[in-house]
């Protein structure tokens, strides 16, 4: 019976810094498996990590499997990936059971944040398709509206246009698509360090508050430039 992958593949988390290094490029599943989109979310150690997109999907027996398939998956041996999968799924492993080969590439890892852009280096689409993982029982009416029209349309534009009729109303797509950002942020989703954080609040209005709110009102924090206006 085939498996399906839609937008999320969970590894362990003993894998996530050989997934950010790029020295694990597949994932081995039991059974034959169906990814659904092009571009995944990598769910490790708890959280989202990374990106990727799938750029190969291969179906094997067991006995077909071989090291550089284990080294791939980021494991020593292919004796060590089949103890592994028998652990996981509670199983015996037949030699004539089939397996997904999963091969995938990052494309955008989660603790690299860009301070020149304006959703940090995330895309429009990344951060609705985070938010509705992770925000869903805390959106509002509002935020709800936008998630759900660019998980379908995946484009700022159009995802405008059919909630307010007009491009006009552009720069309220993009504020709702920060305050998520900053809601993925509070929930420990996206994992920004404090210097990253000054480093925003010196370029944007939107970041200085989300940095005056988190640190206080009456917070004094100092710049390299100087103090926080």
């Known amino acids: 019976m085939k498996k399906f992958i839609r937008r999320y593949i969970m590894i362990k988390g003993k894998f996530a810094e050989l997934i950010l290094a790029g020295k694990k490029t597949t994932t081995i599943r039991l059974g034959r498996v169906v990814p659904k989109s092009n571009e995944v979310i990598i769910h490790s150690n708890g959280r989202p990590i990374a990106e990727a997109k799938i750029k190969n999907v291969t179906y094997k027996k067991i006995k077909e499997l071989t090291d550089e398939d284990a080294k791939k998956d980021g494991y020593s041996s292919l004796q060590e990936l089949l103890n592994d999968l028998k652990n996981i799924y509670k199983t015996d492993l ?3 059971i089939e397996v997904t080969v999963i091969e995938f590439e990052v494309i955008k ?21 985070l938010a509705n993982r992770y925000l869903r029982d805390i959106l509002s009416k509002d935020e709800r509206n936008v998630v759900n029209h ?13 909630m307010f009729g007009s491009l006009n109303k552009r720069w309220v797509t993009r504020n709702i698509l920060r305050r998520l950002l900053a809601k993925l942020m509070d929930k420990g989703v996206i994992n920004i360090d404090q210097g990253v954080l000054e480093k925003l609040a010196t370029v944007s209005i939107f970041w200085r508050r989300y940095l005056r709110k988190k640190i206080g009102a009456n917070t004094s924090y100092e710049y390299q430039q100087g103090t926080l206006p």
Not at 112 to 128: C, N, Q, R
Not at 150 to 162: A, F, G
């Open 94 to 96: 037949d030699i004539n």
């Open 109 to 129: 890892r989660f603790d690299e944040i860009d301070v020149k852009d304006i959703y940090l280096g995330f895309s429009p689409h990344t951060i609705a398709v």
């Open 150 to 162: 660019m998980l379908r349309y995946k484009n700022i534009r159009i995802t405008t246009i059919k």
